[in-house]
């Protein structure tokens, strides 16, 4: 959403398409203090960070992707136990003998040797810093009339590479402490009713986080175009869309 002529300086921070590796699946590059972060989106709500030689996963799920075709991993990040985030044959594939897996505890029964990690803890992994964020639902339920999350059950991540902070938000509505975010570079953001936020919602997360750079995943079918007009005005957040339905 800037405007197409940016500074070097700006421009600098801002992410690029990357083609050749993994070439069926889009991605991006962003600058930090510390060297590049090389972004893959896997689709839906799995992702993969490369960042000084360390492979970072999150919510890696196999059904669309070949994980013994990528790198091992070094870091993966579970959100929650549900299943399209939690896939136990793609961690064992990717872990090697040498991942740390960190997920909360709702994971830690089925993956034992999981670090867990809990709402606002903050952690030292293999020399990053990973704070975790509560992800929960407030509005959509069940018929049962619980929501489809738990307040307290799954994560959020903020993850510092270099000196940026990359939110990766899990499954959850625009719950109250996005307000105490700050500082955050890169936010994705779910999308895809009736489990996560509205379009509304979304954009009133970015009104309140102000991330520079903002992906929505986790979208299903939702109409990402009713989105990016709610954002048009957004000046300071430039709204990227990738194939993460």
């Known amino acids: 959403m800037q405007i197409a002529i940016w500074s070097l300086t700006i421009l600098s921070m801002f992410l690029f398409p990357v083609f050749g590796k993994a070439a069926q699946f889009e991605t991006d590059v962003i600058e930090t203090s510390a060297g590049t972060v090389e972004i893959m989106f896997l689709g839906h709500s ?58 909360p505890e709702s994971c830690a029964a089925q993956y034992q040797e999981g670090i867990v990690m809990r709402n606002e ?78 379009v509304e919602m979304a954009a009133d997360a970015v009104r309140t986080i102000r991330p520079k750079i903002f992906y929505p995943y986790h979208t299903g079918d939702t109409d990402l175009s009713e989105l990016v007009e709610l954002l048009k005005n957004q000046s300071d957040t430039d709204v990227r869309i990738r194939n993460m339905k």
């Open 121 to 198: 803890d903050v952690k030292i992994v293999q020399g990053l810093k990973i704070e975790g964020v509560p992800a929960y639902n407030i509005v959509h339920k069940r018929k049962s009339g619980f929501p489809y999350h738990l307040k307290g059950i799954g994560n959020g991540y903020i993850i510092t590479l270099g000196d940026r902070r990359i939110y990766v938000a899990g499954d959850t509505e625009n719950i109250p402490e996005m307000k105490e975010l700050s500082e955050i570079d890169v936010a994705f953001l779910p999308v895809n009713l009736p489990y996560t936020m509205t």
């Open 46 to 103: 799995s992702l993969k960070m490369e960042f000084n030689d360390r492979q970072i996963y999150i919510d890696p799920v196999g059904e669309s992707v070949d994980y013994t075709t990528l790198p091992k991993a070094d870091i993966i990040l579970i959100t929650h136990e549900h299943k399209d985030h939690f896939d136990l044959n793609a961690i064992r594939v990717l872990a090697g003998e040498k991942a740390l897996v960190v997920m």
